[in-house]
């Protein structure tokens, strides 16, 4: 546990603990949060809720159970998020709860809009399909709301839509869900915090609004509708500075625009 570094305490009841797996896909790694009552200081034993425990990382884990875990929420299936449950779950007996039962211990599945109370904090659950089907944001509700977006909103640079699983159409859906929200400071699971919501959002909406004339410009040279046409036909011409590192992932982006504009049109 010598390289892991404490927690950094972002505002009164919220701290953030990084998980060191860095890759193109997680960013700096996967940011695990830990609400708390805000008057409380976090030292060893504080009661907490743990969001997202990260990949199964001994160190990592071993950190976060200093702290006396009430509960851990998941924002989504992916192993980035979830890889850590059984191992927190046997380390500190908390319970876990999903969006999919598959993932939860010894505790029940969400309910959309349900409010969370543990550890001398509260939260709310907001269904946020559209990086998976599974995907939830939280909302940490007293006087200061704080948002918690998992993989729905990232510290920087934008999401990859898990089509077929996940849809555009569902995911602008999400995003002004998220705007229909009071401004507040925003928590990605992967790279910067935020202080402020609606910018980032909607940022968010007008990238997907631009990247779909591409995708349109594309077909149009293309001769072609979005129903016929395949994204490795366009990889290039939506993408031509892509990292081929990516371009798995610009593929599933790609198909999801095209199911989202055969849908639309």
């Not at 299936?77 to 211990?105: K, M, N, W, Y």
């Not at 399909?129 to 995907?135: A, F």
């Not at 920087?156 to 996940?166: C, N, V």
């Not at 395949?230 to 798995?248: F, Q």
């Amino acid at each position: 546990m010598d390289h892991v570094s404490a927690p950094t305490v972002l505002a009164p009841g919220i701290a953030v603990l990084r998980a060191d797996n860095p890759s193109e896909m997680t960013l700096d790694g996967t940011n695990t949060y830990l609400l708390f009552a805000p008057e409380a200081s976090l030292a060893p034993g504080t009661p907490v809720i743990v969001i997202d425990p990260g990949p199964e990382l001994e160190p990592h884990l071993q950190a976060l159970a200093t702290y006396d875990v009430q509960l851990v929420l998941i924002t989504h299936r992916h192993p980035d998020h979830t890889e850590g449950i059984d191992r927190l779950s046997e380390l500190t007996g908390a319970p876990v709860r999903a969006f999919l039962e598959q993932f939860c211990r010894g505790a029940e599945v969400f309910a959309d809009r349900e409010a969370i109370e543990a550890a001398g904090t509260a939260v709310r659950v907001e269904f946020t399909p559209g990086h998976t089907s599974d995907s939830v944001c939280f909302v940490r509700i007293g006087a200061e709301e704080h948002l918690f977006t998992g993989d729905t909103v990232l510290g920087r640079g934008t999401t990859i839509l898990e089509h077929p699983d996940g849809t555009l159409y569902d995911y602008l859906s999400s995003l002004e869900r998220l705007l229909e929200l009071p401004d507040m400071p925003l928590h990605p699971a992967h790279g910067e915090q935020h202080r402020q919501s609606h910018p980032l959002l909607e940022g968010y909406l007008a990238h997907r609004e631009d990247r779909l004339n591409q995708v349109r410009a594309a077909l149009e040279k293309l001769g072609k509708a979005g129903a016929d046409a395949k994204p490795a036909e366009l990889l290039d011409l939506v993408y031509p500075d892509l990292d081929p590192r990516l371009a798995g992932a610009a593929s599933h982006s790609l198909e999801a625009q095209l199911h989202y504009l055969s849908r639309t049109a």
